[in-house]
Structures are given as structure tokens and as C-alpha cells.
T-cell receptor, first 113, second 115 residues
């Protein structure tokens, strides 16, 4: 079983719609969760981090964390063509994994104009 | 301007050749990391370093070597023992390794191709 799994995509959404990205993780002791956005040919950039159960909102982005279900999601509201990218979920399990980040394979989002 | 620089942007390796990828940061971060990304895959950790003169193997260290002689610099050598080196290589840094909420920031990457 992979440590971090994301819905495989690609995900195509019309402009103005909500894009919903999902991520599950295997280490129940995981404590920190990150969403990175990666444009084609570029390096990842951090867009959201979340550490506690519940929702965290930043502009058009909302991260949701449910540690009991070992699930973290990212919602992109009012999707824009500039949101077209691959979104990587990263999880830090802390001491059990020497504080290293584990990454999912990514979900590619295409926003249709 | 604070940040992470990687060079070169593109690198071509001939059969049997060792090549070195540069990574420099001026963020005063203690921890630095090297990742490899293959198409359609997530990032896989090659090596990481918490402090100067200390580094640890990641998940796919075979065929790679690193050094950490200065806080700002963490070069990666892809040796001839790495039989499938074609990939996008990403260097990252964070203030500390053991602060669990610490964010990792990435450099622009080096794309390595085999001739």
C-alpha cells in the first residue's frame, strides 16, 4: 500500500466550478499535511498546509482534514484557467518516518474556459 | 532576493559519466533535500541533510552521492552506477528537519537527460 494516495485524475472542470482533490494516507500518526501546486515543467510551490482536523480556508482554496478517516482534501472554488496544474499532496508522519515528507503521485487539473 | 537556486537547468549525461547538480540556498535553512521526479509520479527522496557535514540516505540513494560542506550548498552527484538517471531533480530546504510543521521550499529543478 502506498503511503500517500491521490485520486488519479486527470480532473477536468469548467471555469467557475469547484475542483475537489482527495488524498488518503496510511500512517495514522501523521501530523502535518501540505498541498503543493506544480505547473508543467516547473517546481512545486506550497499553496496550503493544515495540521488540525477541520477546514482551513485561504482565498479560493480550502483544505479539509479528517485524521480519523486518514483523509485530506483540497477544494478550489471558482476555478480559473490559471489553476490548471498538477496538485501534490504531502504528508509528514513525524518521528515514525524520520520527519520526512511523503508525496502522492499528484492529480492533474484542467480548467476549461 | 532569498531563495533556492539550482544549476544547470538542463544537463546531459553520457554513458559512464558522473555529473554533479548544484543546489544553493540563501534562506539560512539548516535542512536540505534532494528529490527525483519521474513523469506521472510523485517526488522520491534521494538524500537529505539536517546540518553541515551530516547527511542521510533517502528512499532511492543508490547511484547518487552528496556532500554538505557549507550550510548554503548541497550538491548531488549522479554516478555511473545510476542506470536510469533521466528525471527531473528537485532540491528543497526547510528551516529544520525535526519541526513537523516545517514547510519545504523547492528550487526550480534540473532536468537530466541521457545521451
Amino acid at each position: 500500500q502506498k503511503e500517500v494516495e491521490q485520486n488519479s485524475g486527470p480532473l477536468s472542470v469548467p471555469e467557475g466550478a469547484i475542483a475537489s482533490l482527495n488524498c488518503t494516507y496510511s500512517d495514522r500518526g501523521s501530523q502535518s499535511f501540505f498541498w503543493y501546486r506544480q505547473y508543467s515543467g516547473k517546481s512545486p510551490e506550497l499553496i496550503m498546509s493544515i495540521y488540525s482536523n477541520g477546514d482551513k480556508e485561504d482565498g479560493r482554496f480550502t483544505a479539509q482534514l479528517n485524521k480519523a478517516s486518514q483523509y485530506v482534501s483540497l477544494l478550489i472554488r471558482d476555478s480559473q484557467p490559471s489553476d490548471s496544474a498538477t496538485y501534490l499532496c504531502a504528508v509528514n508522519a513525524g518521528f515514525s518516518n524520520d520527519y520526512k515528507l511523503s508525496f502522492g503521485a499528484g492529480t492533474t487539473v484542467t480548467v476549461r474556459a | 532576493d532569498g531563495g533556492i537556486t539550482q544549476s544547470p537547468k538542463y544537463l546531459f549525461r553520457k554513458e559512464g559519466q558522473n555529473v554533479t547538480l548544484s543546489c544553493e540556498q540563501n534562506l539560512n535553512h539548516d535542512a536540505m533535500y534532494w528529490y527525483r521526479q519521474d513523469p506521472g509520479q510523485g517526488l522520491r527522496l534521494i538524500y537529505y541533510s539536517q546540518i553541515v557535514n551530516d547527511f542521510q540516505k533517502g528512499d532511492i540513494a543508490e547511484g547518487y552521492s552528496v556532500s554538505r560542506e557549507k550550510k548554503e550548498s548541497f550538491p548531488l552527484t549522479v554516478t555511473s552506477a545510476q542506470k536510469n538517471p533521466t528525471a527531473f531533480y528537485l532540491c528543497a530546504s526547510s528551516i529544520s528537519l525535526t519541526v513537523i510543521q516545517e514547510t519545504q521550499y523547492f528550487g526550480p529543478g534540473t532536468r537530466l537527460l541521457v545521451l
